[in-house]
């Protein structure tokens, strides 16, 4: 009966031993899962982040001022001179913020620097019109150049309406490759 008994309890214990050894659930609890997916949206950010950095830097001379060679690197922010409009608009879109700020940031560091601001429209609308429209959009450019640090006396505007496109279908992708502003710099420092 002893050795009955002391079977009985060894049963029992193995069988508590196996049930506490049961594999681990492979579902991820809710607020785990949380605060991985926040960890990832971070570095994310701090990668994107970094980047822009690195862009802004290839830009910048060795006293941290933007130069001029950056406006002929293809991977700086000032190599970019077009800014693009919906139809029949003047508002600059968000998309060119960044952009614009870099080169607000380059004329104020270079104060002897000189931008032509050239507004152009498609071919709908008439003459007159379409030239007070590329002046608008030009004139948006400018004031966000301004707001950015730029010198209104460092800034030019013209708008040349219709009369230069540099596409001549009669297609939407065509007219929404006219509807823009040009960024000319007349002077570099």
């Not at 030019?156 to 992708?173: I, L, N, R």
């Amino acid at each position: 009966m002893n050795h009955l008994i002391r079977w009985g309890i060894l049963a029992l214990v193995v069988g508590s031993l196996a049930a506490c050894a049961q594999p681990v659930r492979d579902a991820e609890d809710p607020a785990e899962r949380e605060a991985r997916e926040a960890a990832e949206a971070e570095t994310e950010a701090e990668r994107e982040a970094r980047e822009r950095r690195e862009r802004e830097a290839r830009g910048l001379g060795e006293d941290r001022r933007l130069d001029a060679a950056a406006l002929d690197d293809p991977d700086s922010l000032l190599a970019d001179r077009l800014v693009y409009f919906e139809f029949d608009r003047d508002e600059v879109k968000r998309e060119y913020e960044e952009m614009l700020e870099a080169h607000a940031e380059y004329l104020a560091a270079n104060p002897g620097a000189r931008l032509r601001l050239e507004g152009h429209t498609d071919e709908r609308g008439t003459r007159e019109y379409n030239l007070g429209l590329g002046e608008r959009r030009a004139q948006s450019v400018r004031r966000v150049l301004n707001l950015n640090g730029a010198a209104d006396e460092q800034i030019e505007v013209v708008s040349y309406g219709e009369e230069m496109p540099v596409a001549f279908e009669q297609t939407e992708e065509a007219w929404a490759q006219n509807r823009r502003v040009e960024l000319v710099y007349d002077r570099r420092q």
